[in-house]
């Protein structure tokens, strides 16, 4: 079975901060990892995900995400935030012979301060 | 640009009454999801579909939801009767392949108020 945890539901940073969103998973197979970001009232998009070979991803809008194994984590940072960051974010994984379905995490929403 | 597209993107009915909602999915990806978006419960998959079969449902509360794909630039979502638990965002999202590697578009979604 797989499962996500995202550490927060919410996350409040000031412009130009790092963003970091935490992200866990648990998998009974080699895992796929994806980071969608959810604008309001749009549905989801996607930021970057993990397959195989590389495990720092680079995604769209200067976001990040490293897959660490012996951590079973696979968190979203960004060096500097815009006001234009803030949404909600899902961490979802998939594994192989899994039928393309996607777990989903809880979500945690990214606010951006002045 | 290609997209997946939804109607209607806001439905406001009453409890007992039916609901049907639609997704275009991207011309030639072969699989269809239908997710259910709510503060409470996240993100749910109700129901997918490959090449037009269903693959999984166990999502859907069998008694009132049914989803179909007429052909593979439609699919369907419909709920009769309709109540109150039921609001929610709906996405539909399509992709390709079955590896897990893929990526899934999503909708804009219907956001569905039952009173």
């Known amino acids: 079975a797989q499962s996500v945890t995202q550490l927060g539901s919410h ?19 080699p895992p796929y990892l994806f980071w ?20 720092l991803v680079k995604g769209i809008n200067g976001f990040e995400a490293e897959f660490k194994k012996s951590e079973t984590s696979f968190h979203l940072t960004k060096p ?6 803030a949404a909600e974010y899902f961490c979802a994984v998939s594994g192989i012979n899994q039928g393309g379905k996607l777990i989903f995490g809880q979500g945690t929403e990214l606010s951006v301060k002045p | 640009d290609a997209r997946v597209t939804q109607t209607p993107r806001h439905k406001v009915t009453e409890m007992g ?27 749910e998959l109700l129901a997918y579909f490959r090449n037009r079969a269903p ?61």
């Not at chain 1, 996350?11 to 009974?28: D, F, I, P, Q």
């Not at chain 2, 049907?20 to 699989?31: A, E, F, S, V, W």
């Not at chain 2, 259910?36 to 996240?42: L, Y």
Request: with cysteine; hydrophobic share 35%.
């Open chain 1, 80 to 85: 500097s935030a815009h006001m234009s960051d």
């Open chain 2, 55 to 115: 693959l999984d449902d166990s999502g859907m509360p069998k008694d009132r939801f049914s989803a179909e794909m007429p052909d593979a630039t439609l699919a369907t979502l419909k709920i009769q009767p309709s109540e109150p638990r039921d609001s929610a965002v709906y996405f539909c999202a399509s992709g390709l392949g079955m590896t897990g590697r893929d990526e899934q578009y999503f909708g804009p979604g219907t956001r569905l108020t039952v009173t």
């Open chain 2, 17 to 43: 009454q039916e609901v049907t909602m639609r997704c275009q999915p991207i011309l030639g990806h072969n699989t269809v999801f239908w997710y259910r978006q709510t503060m409470m419960q996240g993100l």
């Open chain 1, 36 to 55: 969608y970001v959810q604008y309001p009232n749009q549905g989801l998009q996607l930021l970057l995900k993990y397959t195989t070979g590389a495990t």
């Open chain 1, 11 to 29: 996350v409040s940073v000031s412009e130009g901060a790092l963003v970091l969103l935490r992200c866990n998973y648990s998998s009974s197979v």
